[in-house]
């Protein structure tokens, strides 16, 4: 009630907000920021990230379009995208398996997620805070192709510290930082 500035919840987002050229603040971790920091951080002035616990964040093409021959085949042939879409094709149990039992199939999207932070942040100390106390997979696993790019941008940073309060010029922090 007290911020000057505008204030959006993903969940009721208005278009009618420029976020070009402006400060903005992103508050929150998991898909949703991710998304969020990914598509403002090119536009905008200044980008912060206030991410209080890190997520493990797999590097996903998700830019990608899908082949026309893909596409066409699965139109001509609906039984094989019915198959594809109950995941018989190449096997329903295979998230389960990686989310809840120790294998070589979980081992390799875990060494995928350490693969992707260590890939993509070359600065030491942002990847030291982008880094969970968890092993990947224990949460809800977050996707993206673009995220460590934009948290590592020049116009970019990422804040750790606890939210004491909004104030009406931006966020203070636990540490007494002012983020405008």
Known sequence: DTF???????ARWSDDIETGQ???????????????VSALQREADTLTHFARTPQ????????????????????RLPFVSRLVRTGQLWGSDILVDI???PSWRRGLVQNCARWSL??????????EQLTPDYQPLCKRQVLSGSYYRAI?????RL????IERITPNGIRTADGREHD
């Open 56 to 75: 493990w964040v797999i590097w996903a093409p998700m830019a990608l379009r899908q082949p026309a021959v893909v596409s066409a085949a699965l139109k």
């Open 22 to 36: 402006r400060r903005i603040a992103v508050i929150g971790t998991g898909s949703t920021g991710v998304q969020v």
């Open 118 to 127: 260590r890939a993509q942040i070359r600065d030491r100390d942002l990847r």
């Open 99 to 101: 989310v809840t039992r």
């Open 4 to 10: 000057g500035g505008d204030v959006v919840h993903t």
């Open 159 to 162: 804040v750790t510290s606890a």
């Open 152 to 156: 590592s941008a020049p116009n970019a």
